[in-house]
């Protein structure tokens, strides 16, 4: 492992049943680190007993997200390196070395996958092969697993996109998209995460809603055409499909047809407009890094 300063940073709400345990192993395995847990409007005493472990304490006096404590995290680190990780004993501080040493190799972030065996439920884990699929899409790299909250990453890289992240649970979704359309380097390590101590702060539908959302909104600042142009597609074949019907079945155009094959036009002038709109977005952005 490189001689960098390591910097590990754990949002935590309501976590009191294993932050001790899990700080305790992070202090044995990584004695020189520094430590952040992040108290997001705990009201189980999670802060003071990471405070007794011997961890940097942020409290925030209410419950901003899991986004916005990774983001206080991240502020607060004075660490080359960051590790990000759950604070409710899913994470295992033991798989910590296995991202290190594939950051150590030129990576900009490494991200632990879970195995399909890690996930919560049926529902979750359907919902994140969903949105693998669609990130891989949109991003035109393979990503297996978007949501991982479980990732090492060089500070200056992350605090790039720090602006971007949203306060909620979809932090890993916004960065991981981020780091690919600026071009850095992204892998992925297998890992298996252990089942949660305590309950999950996740709502399946609320949540998973957000997700999705998140998505198609990074997805419009990375490669908006890749958005726009199947919906105008669909938009131009379904008004083409329904002049031929009313052609041959009343020998005439219709209004809807026109609606379609205009919306069609529209869509897309929208996606390539968005497109170059997107390419001067990072243009500054990939000044800034060659210049550095």
């Known amino acids: ?18 932050i001790r345990s899990t700080l305790s192993e992070l202090r044995t395995r990584f004695p020189t680190a520094e430590i ?16 007794e472990c011997g961890a940097k304490v942020i409290r925030h006096a209410l ?21 990000m990780m759950d604070a409710d004993g899913q994470h295992r501080p033991g ?9 150590d190799e030129g990576y900009d972030m490494v991200v632990g996958a879970r195995d399909s065996a890690s996930q919560a439920s049926i529902w979750r884990g359907a919902a994140n092969r969903f949105y693998n699929r669609l990130a891989t899409y949109m991003t035109g790299q393979v990503i297996p ?37 600026a071009g850095y380097g992204v892998e992925y390590v297998p ?27 990074v997805g419009t600042l990375y490669s908006p055409l890749k958005l726009f142009v199947p919906v105008a597609a669909a938009e131009a074949m379904l008004g083409l499909g329904y002049y031929a019907y009313t052609y041959l079945a009343q020998g005439r155009l219709s ?18 407009v968005s497109e170059q709109i997107t ?4 243009k500054d952005t990939a000044q800034s890094r060659v210049s550095r």
């Open 255 to 272: 209004l809807a047809t026109i609606f379609l094959l205009t919306a069609g036009i529209t869509t897309f002038l929208i996606g390539l």
């Open 145 to 181: 697993d978007l949501t991982s909250g479980f990732r090492a990453v060089r500070t200056d890289r992350f605090r790039e996109f720090l602006y971007l992240l949203p306060n909620g649970f979809s932090y890993p979704t916004t960065s991981t998209m981020a780091f690919f359309r």
């Open 95 to 103: 798989d910590i070395p296995r991202l290190l040493e594939r950051l």
């Open 1 to 18: 492992m490189s001689s960098y300063s390591l910097s590990i940073i754990l949002p935590a709400k309501n976590e009191s049943q294993a």
């Open 36 to 51: 952040i847990v992040v108290d997001d409007g705990s009201d189980d005493g999670t802060g003071s007993i990471a405070g």
């Open 279 to 282: 390419q001067l977005l990072y």
């Open 63 to 83: 419950s901003r997200g899991n986004g916005a404590a990774i983001k206080s995290g991240v502020r607060a680190a004075s660490g080359d390196v960051l590790v």
């Open 191 to 217: 890992i298996s995460a252990a089942k949660r101590v305590g309950t999950s702060h996740i709502n399946l539908i609320r949540d998973g809603l957000r997700f999705f959302l998140i998505i198609l909104k």
